[in-house]
């Protein structure tokens, strides 16, 4: 079965670090870029960050530039996203999906493109 489980996600104060992580399984994620997006309460689901296949490509929402870094292993099927310098406003469930089509050195994750998507988990910024 086709699945992808984020883990890591929880309560932590402003100014503190928390790393994701997004575990596949039932295919192999080397064909497949891997985007974070979060959906905060009331609002629209957004972009946070992708990564290409092989990793060599990565693209971040400016409101994370700088402090969100995400990373991959195909080896061990995992996409991890290290989020440093954390925010209230970084408050939200943030889910990991996959993406087969378009270039496989693409960085670019639009959600309407994603063919699997995780159950999220939630992150909450606050003192």
């Known amino acids: 079965q086709l699945q992808l489980v984020e883990s890591g996600g929880g309560l932590v104060q402003p100014g503190g670090s928390l790393r994701l992580s997004c575990a596949a399984s039932?295919?192999?994620?080397?064909?497949?870029?891997i985007g974070w997006f979060r959906q905060a309460p009331g609002k629209e689901r957004e972009g946070v960050s992708c990564?290409?296949?092989?990793?060599?490509?990565?693209n971040y929402a400016d409101s994370v530039k700088g402090r969100f870094t995400i990373s991959r292993d195909n080896a061990k099927k995992t996409v991890y996203l290290q989020m440093n310098s954390l925010k209230p406003e970084d408050t939200a469930v943030y889910y990991c999906?996959?993406?087969?089509?378009?270039?496989?050195?693409?960085?670019?994750?639009?959600?309407?493109?994603?063919?699997?998507w995780g159950k999220g988990t939630l992150v909450t910024v606050s003192s």
């Open positions: 999906a996959a993406k087969s089509r378009g270039s496989p050195y693409s960085s670019i994750c639009p959600s309407r493109d994603m063919d699997y």
């Open positions: 039932g295919f192999t994620l080397d064909y497949y870029a």
């Open positions: 990564i290409s296949r092989s990793g060599g490509s990565t």
